[in-house]
């Protein structure tokens, strides 16, 4: 009976898995040997009474699409081509086969966790944590018509290619964390409080375009677009208050800077067990950071003549009228801006995070086997994307842990696993949920790449660990005089 009980989960758990919308690391949420799982909820804590990592104890890097593959974007030519890498831009290739794959937009979401510095300390009833880390966030909607402009041109009408979301974030964030146990060490209750420091942000939040016709061959463009920016842009502005020059300046990568772009975030979490089942629930990357340095913002309304880009003229533009505009573009820019309302400002504006909401169930076959589902909703910028996924962890000796997960995403199935083993007080982990996307690949010029995969998920890192004493084990000595005593 109890083992009809264990594959019936186990069915339900795989099952379920069938609507995966987006690919997190459902692996290491529950790899609690790992310190960094609590990354997802605050309220968890592991079997070590400190654990210290720097900067490779925690690395992530995490890309994935919807629709396309890798290879969809380059792969190798065909016929004369046969040699040569090539893109659906090719000039012998179908766009209709790529445009085929996609159903309404094309979706690029990537991101990236990189550690400084995390400690955490087990002290009874309470779990501490400090930590420093890098992030990134990237996420890119493109509506399938401006795909459709791009690759076959405009021959209707009236084309709407409203839709475009773009937002790039990179922050770091000192994160200060402490949980709790309750209820006979049944309930956990975990807070983050974190202080934000904002180094880049480019967002476009807003754009309605539509595309119409006009006799003369040439296309009116409709635009409302609104866009915030917190990056080394080097401009200037004309008497019309509209961009004179435009350029880009330079980026400082050091790990250690933190910028005046002050924010403030926190997650929260709780963990339940009852008998070997456990309930999880938190809320994380709660935040908001207020951009001061760097700031352009721009409100851009009205209608403009748009008659298409000659390739000559793009390349070797002239203009003997204006001798400030040296490219085909900063004629198109300058024309834009006489022919549209504009608000263009170095004004300060704030922006959010992406909340992600956790919710799990795991249940303890063993005490070293564990199987649980994770279901995960990520707030995006004018996007809600969910994923659900079912793994299984077991342990071995006290220095091994293994785990194995199953996600089916738009027809894609993902293979994920991961692992962890102590020497002496070192911890070394990795895990990533689609092991099929890095062995099964293609070759570029000689070189391999994961061609077939529509998602990348990879956490490593290596910890300083120290585990806690176990309870020592009770011995009876039975004789005239009952005497019990600790082994």
């Excluded at 146990?181 to 942000?201: E, S, V």
């Excluded at 938190?282 to 748009?306: E, H, R």
């Excluded at 956490?459 to 300083?464: A, D, L, S, Y």
Aim: with cysteine.
């Amino acid at each position: 009976m109890k083992t009809r009980i264990i594959y019936t989960i186990l069915i339900i758990l795989f099952f379920t898995c069938g609507k995966v919308m987006a690919q997190e690391s459902s692996i290491l949420y529950f790899m609690k040997d790992v310190p960094y799982s609590k990354t997802f909820n605050p309220a968890f804590r592991g079997d070590y009474t400190l654990n210290i990592g720097g900067p490779f104890s925690g690395i992530n890097i995490n890309t994935h699409t919807y629709d396309i593959k890798f290879s969809d974007l380059l792969y190798r030519g065909t016929g004369a081509y046969a040699d040569s890498i090539v893109s659906p831009l090719g000039k012998e290739e179908n766009p209709l086969i790529f445009l085929n794959k996609i159903n309404t937009e094309l979706n690029i979401y990537g991101s990236s966790f990189i550690s400084i510095l995390n400690i955490g300390m087990l002290k009874n009833d309470f779990y501490f944590n400090l930590e420093l880390n890098q992030r990134f966030d990237f996420q890119l909607d493109i509506p399938k018509s401006i795909l459709e402009i791009v690759l076959l041109g405009n021959s209707t009408a009236y084309k709407d290619v409203s839709g475009t979301n773009m937002n790039m974030l990179t922050w770091k964030e000192i994160g200060i964390g402490i949980n709790k146990t309750f209820l006979d060490n049944k309930l956990t209750i975990g807070i983050k409080p974190k202080l934000l420091f904002g180094g880049a942000n480019i967002s476009l939040y807003q754009s309605e375009l539509s595309l119409t016709k006009e006799q003369d061959g040439s296309t009116l463009i409709t635009s409302d677009i609104k866009f915030n920016s917190s990056f080394p842009f080097e401009y200037t502005l004309d008497e019309s208050e509209w961009f004179d020059k435009f350029s880009f300046g330079s980026i400082n990568a050091n790990p250690l800077k933190f910028s005046n772009n002050l924010g403030v975030g926190t997650d929260l979490g709780a963990s339940y067990d009852y008998n070997k089942f456990k309930l999880a629930l938190s809320i994380t990357d709660i935040g908001v950071i207020f951009w001061k340095k760097n700031i352009l913002t721009a409100d851009i309304k009205g209608d403009f003549s748009f008659n298409g880009i000659n390739s000559d003229e793009f390349t070797n533009y002239t203009n003997a009228d204006d001798t400030t505009e040296s490219t085909y573009m900063s004629y198109v820019i300058k024309e834009i801006g006489k022919e549209t309302t504009h608000n263009i400002s170095s004004s300060s504006y704030s922006s959010g995070l992406n909340p992600k909401i956790f919710f799990s169930t795991s249940y303890s076959l063993k005490e070293d086997l564990l199987i649980g589902m994770l279901i995960n909703t990520t707030f995006y910028q004018n996007r809600i994307k969910a994923s659900i996924s079912a793994s299984a962890h077991k342990s071995f000796k006290n220095n091994i842990n293994t785990s194995i997960s199953y996600s089916y995403a738009h027809n894609n199935h993902n293979i994920g696993i991961g692992g962890s083993y102590i020497y002496k007080k070192a911890q070394i982990y990795f895990a990533t949920d689609n092991i099929l996307g890095l062995f099964k690949y293609d070759k570029l010029n000689g070189i391999p790449y994961p061609a077939y995969t529509k998602n990348f998920n990879l956490w490593f890192g290596v910890n300083f660990v120290i585990k806690k004493k176990e309870a020592p084990e009770k011995q009876e000595i039975r004789g005239p005089f009952e005497l019990t005593y600790n082994k």
